[in-house]
C-alpha cells in the first residue's frame, strides 16, 4: 500500500501556517490490498493530523506509507474508527507545545474508552521535547522525530511487546535522533494517482536564522544523493505524474553527491529532473535568497519546465531587521536578484512570507517592508506577526513592539497583499495562460479544472470525448472570466504537451 499527500499550498518552513488537519490521501488501491499478505479482518486503521509546513504533510504521507507497507495498515480520515493515531507536530506557531498536550488530552479520552488504541507523537515538538512528552503524557505509546518517521513500524511493534510484557509499567517508544539522511533509504517506493507530486530533495537546515527552530528540530543540512532523487522522479513520471515540486526546508541549497563522488547543485538538478521523461513541470519550496545563485536564475532561461512562479522568502523589507534576523543578506541583494529573474522572465509571478513586528521593528522599518512589497507588487504572500520561539536567539530580544502595533501594521500588510493578489487576477483575463489538466469539477461537471504557473486554479468547459486526452496534459486556457481571488474560467485553446 502507499499513500501519497497533495497539497498545493507553498510555504516557507520558518513562518508556516498551521494546517492542522488531516491529509488529503489517496484511497487505497483495492488490487494492493487485494494481494496483500496481512489478513484483512485484523487490518489495522492508522489516523493522521498534520500541522505546519509542506515539510510535514509530506512526511505525513511517508508515515502512513510505512506503516501501510510493513503492517498493511489503512488510512482512515474518522479517528473513532482508527488503531493507531499519530500527531505530526509543529513548532512554528506560537504555544505549539501547549496545543500538542491540549489536543493529546482529547486522545486520552479516546484511549480511556479503547486501552488498545496506541498513539504517536511525531515532527518538530516531539523532536524538541523527548520524554518530556510521555512524563506530561505517559499514555503516548510512541515519540518519533522527522530523521526517524522510517523507525515507526519498530516503535510500534515494539510499543506493542512493551503493552504485553508490562501493561502497567509501559515506557513507550522513544526515537528523536538525527541518524543522517537514512529514513529515505527506509521509505516504501512511490505511489501516486494524479499529477502532481512532492520529492523531498533534502532535509533540515543550516541558516539558523535568529527566529527559527527549524536547525534545531530538524537538524542541519543533509542532501539526498542524485541518484536518489532522480530515481524517485522517474518512478514518479512512470505512474503519470507531470508536475514535480521538490521539496527541502532550504532547498536551493541542495548538494548531492553524484556517483562519482562530485556534487550536484539545485540549478544542474533541475536540469537533471527537466531531463526525466514525462515530467512537464518542476516548482521548489522553499528557497533562501543566499542560495538564490545566477545558475539558478539561468535555469528560468533554459528550462521551459520550471514555472514561471517564484516563492523566495524574504521576512522583511529593513535591512536592520534583516541583520537581527540574521538572514545574512540585504534588500538590494533581494532586489537584485528578482530583476535578474524578471529579466529572463518577465511574466514570472513572485510570492513571499513575512514577518511583521519582529523585535526593535520601527515604524520606519515597517513603512521599508510595506514599500518593498509595493516595489515587487508580490502575487501572493504569507505574513504573520513576529511570536518567540523558546531556545531561538531571537528569543532573547526584547519584544518591543506592543500586539495591538503588530495586529495594526499586520493588517495595513495583508491589505496591500490582498489588492495585488486580486489586481493579479483580474489581469489574467483576457490572457493566456499554461495549465496542468487535473479533474473535472467537482460542482461543475461540465467544466475540467487544473493549476496555472502562477498557482491560480483555472477552469474551463470541455468535450467529454476528449476529456481522456486532456487530463493530465499542459494546455493553454485563454482567461475569460475572474471567479475569486485564486480562480479563473476560461475556454481550452491548444493542448501544449
Ligand atoms: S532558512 Fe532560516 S527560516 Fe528557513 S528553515 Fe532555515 S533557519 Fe528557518
Known amino acids: 500500500m502507499s499513500v501519497t499527500v497533495f497539497n498545493p499550498r507553498i510555504d516557507d ?26 489478513n484483512k479482518a485484523a487490518t489495522k486503521k492508522v489516523f493522521v493530523t498534520t500541522q505546519g509546513c509542506q515539510m510535514n504533510v509530506y512526511d505525513s504521507g511517508k508515515m502512513l506509507d510505512v506503516l501501510g507497507d510493513s503492517h498493511g495498515m489503512e488510512v482512515t480520515h474518522d479517528i473513532d474508527e482508527a488503531d493507531v493515531l499519530l500527531m505530526n507536530t509543529c513548532s512554528i506557531r506560537e504555544k505549539a507545545q501547549e496545543k500538542v498536550f491540549s ?12 486501552p488498545d488504541l496506541v498513539i504517536g ?4 515538538v516531539a523532536s524538541q521535547e523527548g520524554d518530556n512528552i510521555q512524563k506530561r503524557a505517559p499514555y503516548v505509546d510512541m515519540v518519533f522525530g522527522p530523521q526517524t518517521l522510517h523507525r515507526l513500524p519498530e516503535l510500534y511493534d515494539q ?48 541558516k539558523y536564522c535568529s527566529f527559527c527552530v527549524v536547525p534545531y528540530t530538524r537538524g542541519e543540512e543533509l542532501s539526498r544523493p542524485l541518484d536518489d532523487v532522480l530515481a524517485e522522479i522517474d518512478s514518479l513520471a512512470e505512474q503519470g505524474v507531470r508536475e514535480i515540486n521538490l521539496l527541502g526546508q532550504n532547498v536551493n541549497g541542495y548538494r548531492g553527491e553524484k556517483d562519482d563522488g562530485s556534487i550536484c547543485r539545485f540549478a544542474e538538478l533541475l536540469h537533471y529532473v527537466s531531463h526525466v521523461d514525462g515530467v512537464e513541470r518542476i516548482r ?17 532561461a533554459q528550462l521551459p519546465e520550471l514555472v514561471s512562479h517564484l516563492h523566495l522568502p524574504v521576512q522583511s523589507g529593513s535591512n536592520a531587521i534583516l541583520a537581527a ?57 504569507y505574513s504573520f506577526i513576529y511570536s518567540k ?57 461540465d467544466y475540467l479544472i487544473g ?47
Open 389 to 445: 520561539r523558546p531556545g531561538t536567539p531571537a528569543a532573547e530580544l526584547p519584544d518591543d513592539v506592543s500586539f495591538k502595533t503588530k495586529k495594526e501594521r499586520l493588517a495595513e500588510f495583508q491589505k496591500v497583499i490582498i489588492d495585488s493578489t486580486l489586481a493579479k487576477t483580474h489581469e489574467m483575463v483576457g490572457t493566456t495562460t499554461r495549465v496542468l489538466v487535473e479533474q473535472v469539477a467537482n460542482r461543475h461537471p
Open 159 to 206: 510499543s506493542n511487546e512493551q503493552r504485553e510484557i508490562a501493561p502497567k509499567n509501559r515506557i513507550g517508544t522513544i526515537d528523536v535522533s538525527f541518524p543522517s539522511i537514512e529514513k529515505f533509504d527506509f521509505l516504501p517506493e512511490p505511489r501516486v494517482e494524479g499529477y502532481k507530486a512532492f520529492v523531498s530533495i533534502m532535509e533540515g537546515c543550516s
Open 103 to 114: 489536543e493529546l488530552g482529547r486522545w486520552r479520552k479516546l484511549k480511556e474508552k479503547r
Open 284 to 300: 521548489y519550496t522553499t528557497s533562501h535568497p543566499l542560495e538564490f545563485t545566477d545558475d539558478i536564475i539561468d535555469a528560468y
Open 325 to 381: 534576523m540574521k538572514r545574512n543578506h540585504t534588500i538590494d541583494v533581494y532586489i537584485n536578484q528578482i530583476n535578474k529573474l524578471k529579466a529572463i522572465r518577465p511574466d514570472i509571478h513572485l510570492s513571499s512570507d513575512f514577518i511583521i513586528g519582529f523585535p526593535g521593528e520601527t515604524e520606519q522599518d515597517f513603512q521599508d517592508t510595506l514599500n518593498l512589497a509595493k516595489e515587487l507588487n508580490f502575487d501572493h504572500s
Open 451 to 497: 493549476t496555472a504557473d502562477n498557482t491560480r486554479t483555472v477552469m474551463f468547459p470541455y468535450d467529454v470525448d476528449k476529456m481522456d486526452e486532456l487530463l493530465g496534459k499542459i494546455v493553454s486556457v485563454r482567461v475569460t472570466d475572474f471567479v475569486s481571488p485564486h480562480m479563473v474560467k476560461g475556454e481550452l485553446i491548444e493542448m501544449l504537451a
Open 13 to 38: 518552513a520558518a513562518v508556516a501556517n498551521t494546517i492542522a488537519s488531516t491529509p488529503t490521501v489517496t484511497a487505497l488501491n483495492e488490487a494492493s490490498s487485494a494481494q496483500s499478505p496481512v
Open 121 to 124: 507523537v511525531g515532527g518538530c
